[in-house]
């Protein structure tokens, strides 16, 4: 089977391999497991490999580079228009190519691909759509129009379209879906964690204004404050990190805040399997991965209810879904550390949820799609 894959996810060259953002290609090189060759329609950028870079592997796998879009700006909105052409004729191409054509929403190439695929009514077609399915909530035009095609089955057809969390009113080719981060042999016994010592939180992900990092130390703040001995560790680089490092510096927090930016896998995963506490307070998500990730390792969700968190979290059950209000946040944790009994019926659930998806399951269930 030759697998065409459209993505604005930013692709690199090492050594004549193909890397790219670290959960996105684990991911797909389980889809890569069943076909026979892979043709990525990608942006290729040449900035070195990072910690959070992770190679295809797959013997028969080429890129057909295209622009990364930017429409920020009036040059930027000139250049896109000058672009468009040669990347919806690289993408008309490898769909022509193609046995299976998946598409990777929502983005700017998602938005191209969207349209080029009505071209193909009869290829068999996957859309992951990675963003927000919630209907109601408040979302650009341009994830709104994809949304909307892709989920017209008179306009898109031989499509399945996997997106997170089973929301109701849907068409027939809308399949809630998950993904997976852990393998079934990762699996091991978490000693009992107790709330009587140091209370350690985590945060895990950018460092944008959407995911609102500052919030997380705010509320260590609060917990300080009120006596408790607490201590958050923070992974992740983006726009916000130098406005986060020096917040810590000018409220002299260095003693109780740690930055660790971008890491590999496997300590983030130590770091969540010696957490307590998930602070996610983000303003949009798909599938929040770091929330499952920390639901595997016995460490608790404090979350936004955004995307499918509700239903991940069973609505309170597996962890504590708060608005962004800080009082909120902290108060939510303050009534598991003085009531332990409560906590750990909470991560036991939530582990118990979380464990059941894992790579080998979430690899089934791709070779049924394909």
């Known amino acids: 089977m030759k697998f065409g894959i459209i993505t604005h996810a930013i692709h690199k060259m090492k050594n004549g ?30 900035e070195p490999n990072t910690h959070i870079d992770e190679a295809y592997i797959h013997q028969k796998i080429t890129i057909c580079k295209i622009a990364n879009l930017n429409i920020i700006g009036l040059i930027n909105k000139i250049r896109t228009i000058i672009l468009v052409p040669d990347i919806l004729f690289k993408i008309f191409k490898t769909m022509f190519w193609a046995d299976h054509i998946h598409l990777r929403c929502p983005g700017n190439i998602g938005l ?6 009505l071209f193909f009514p009869f290829k068999q077609k996957t859309v992951k759509y990675a963003g927000n399915w919630d209907p109601k909530s408040k979302q650009p ?5 994809q949304k909307w095609i892709i989920s017209n089955t008179v306009l898109t057809k031989n499509c399945n379209v996997l997106v997170y969390g089973d929301w109701p009113n849907q068409s ?48 260590l703040e609060k917990l300080l404050k009120g006596g408790y001995e607490v201590e958050l560790h923070m992974y ?44 996610f307070i983000s303003k949009s998500e798909g599938w929040p991965k770091v929330v ?61 949820w979380s464990q059941q998806f894992t790579l080998e399951k979430f690899e089934k269930e791709i070779k049924k799609l394909l």
């Open 172 to 219: 027939k080719n809308i399949i809630p879906f998950f993904t997976a981060s852990y393998s079934e042999n990762e699996i091991l016994e978490i000693p009992q964690k107790t709330l009587l010592k140091k209370i350690k939180l985590i945060f895990v992900g950018s460092f944008s204004k959407g995911k609102q990092p500052l919030k997380s130390i705010q509320v």
């Open 292 to 352: 499952a990730e920390a639901m595997f390792w016995s460490c608790l969700p404090v979350s936004t209810s955004v995307s499918c968190v509700p239903g991940m979290l069973d609505h309170g059950n597996r962890g504590a879904i708060v608005t962004d209000d800080i009082y909120e946040i902290s108060s939510s944790i303050e009534q598991f550390i003085n009531h332990e009994e409560k906590y750990l019926s909470a991560i036991e659930n939530a582990k118990q």
């Open 17 to 46: 391999q193909i890397y790219a953002y670290e959960p996105y290609v684990r991911e797909m090189n389980l889809w890569a497991i069943h076909v026979g060759e892979i043709r990525v329609v990608a942006p290729l950028s040449v």
């Open 236 to 279: 992740g680089a983006g726009n916000e990190f130098e406005t986060v490092k020096g917040y810590v510096k000018n409220r002299k927090l260095s003693a109780h805040v740690f930055l660790h930016n971008n890491q590999p896998k496997e300590i983030v995963k130590k770091a969540f399997q010696e957490s307590h506490f998930l602070v």
């Open 112 to 117: 191209l691909g969207c349209f080029v695929q």
């Open 141 to 145: 035009f341009s994830y709104r129009l």
